[in-house]
């Protein structure tokens, strides 16, 4: 049996999650972004299931004890920036064993170089007694999701992009897909959302939530500035075979050309909640409960994320979940 990425929702033994720390990078919204992440993480440790708090030293490790629920742990990794998802490792599952696929990171195509990030992923594969290697190419976890029958969708505009692995043609990443997280097929995608530094990163646009069907945006108000992006994606996902739950949008947020990426799809799905973030956005309630019914064995909570934005990404992006061996 080779090796393979499961879908988000198969059983879980822990999950990390990364707690802001970087004065110089949050500034104003240090504090704030602290408290959601934290919110975000009592509520999957309250739970039951396990959370590892990624911290950066003592001092982020004390910040976070104040906020965080009792049954969480807290572990101090090197890093950057809170975006564990993609600096941390890959876990796959196969002949009865789980094994931690690293990848090259070059901050986003070079965007954000921040010194601990390239130490992120095989710190946590240590901490969590996790095999691991190191593939000989540039891929972060946002990039992909997985339906966990060996279909991955992902954006031409992250992966096809020149900044992450320029060597590398369509059909050479389709085969490191396959030979390092077990894909066989590939649904892509073409853009990802305006202002999205990711440059397209598909946790942001499309989210499998079960085999053969995936939950994509669908425009909020005449002035969305994802309109496009969202029935291009739903058109190819259809046309693939998918079945298609179209999900609202927060509509536009930002003011003017400084468009915020704040997407519903960026929930995370643990053992027994799905944690979906919100923005202030009329849409929150809507979508919270569209998403929640796609996962009748989980209760879905929306909690904000907003100040969490401010740093480029959300919930998802701060998570790195661990799949149980079964």
Request: some cysteine; overall charge negative; hydrophobic content about 45%.
């Amino acid at each position: 049996m080779t090796m393979l990425m499961p879908a988000e929702w198969a059983k879980q033994d822990w999950i990390w999650i990364g707690f802001p720390a970087a004065a110089d990078l949050w500034e104003d919204d240090l504090a704030p972004a602290q408290e959601q992440v934290a919110a975000f993480a009592n509520a999957i440790a309250e739970t039951g299931q396990q959370v590892r708090l990624v911290v950066r030293d003592d001092a982020s490790e004390a910040a976070a004890r104040k906020l965080a629920h009792g049954s969480v742990i807290f572990e101090q990794h090197p890093y950057g920036d809170i975006w564990v998802r993609d600096t941390g490792p890959v876990a796959l599952l196969g002949n009865g064993r789980r094994f931690a696929q690293r990848f090259g990171f070059n901050g986003w195509g070079g965007k954000y170089l921040l010194e601990g990030d390239q130490e992120t992923g095989l710190s946590l594969a240590q901490a969590g007694g996790l095999e691991s290697a190191k593939a000989d190419w540039i891929l972060e976890g946002g990039a992909i999701d997985s339906d966990g029958s060996g279909l991955v969708v992902t954006t031409e505009q992250c992966l096809l992009n020149p900044n992450r692995n320029p060597q590398l043609t369509r059909e050479q990443i389709a085969m490191r897909l396959q030979r390092d997280l077990g894909f066989d097929r590939i649904l892509w995608l073409g853009n990802g959302l305006l202002g999205d530094h990711t440059d397209g990163h598909v946790d942001n646009l499309a989210r499998f939530v079960a085999p053969g069907r995936i939950a994509i945006p669908v425009a909020t108000g005449s002035d969305d500035p994802n309109a496009a992006t969202y029935d291009d994606a739903a058109a190819r996902a259809a046309a693939f075979g998918l079945e298609v739950a179209r999900i609202p949008s927060p509509g536009a947020m930002g003011q003017g050309d400084d468009v915020e990426p704040a997407s519903y799809m960026n929930f995370v799905i643990a053992n027994d909640v799905v944690v979906v973030p919100t923005y202030g956005s009329a849409q929150d309630d809507l979508a919270v409960a569209a998403i929640g019914a796609l996962f009748p064995g989980r209760s879905a909570v929306g909690l904000r994320a907003d100040a969490v934005l401010t740093g480029g990404g959300s919930f998802h992006c701060c998570s790195c979940h661990v799949p149980a061996v079964v």
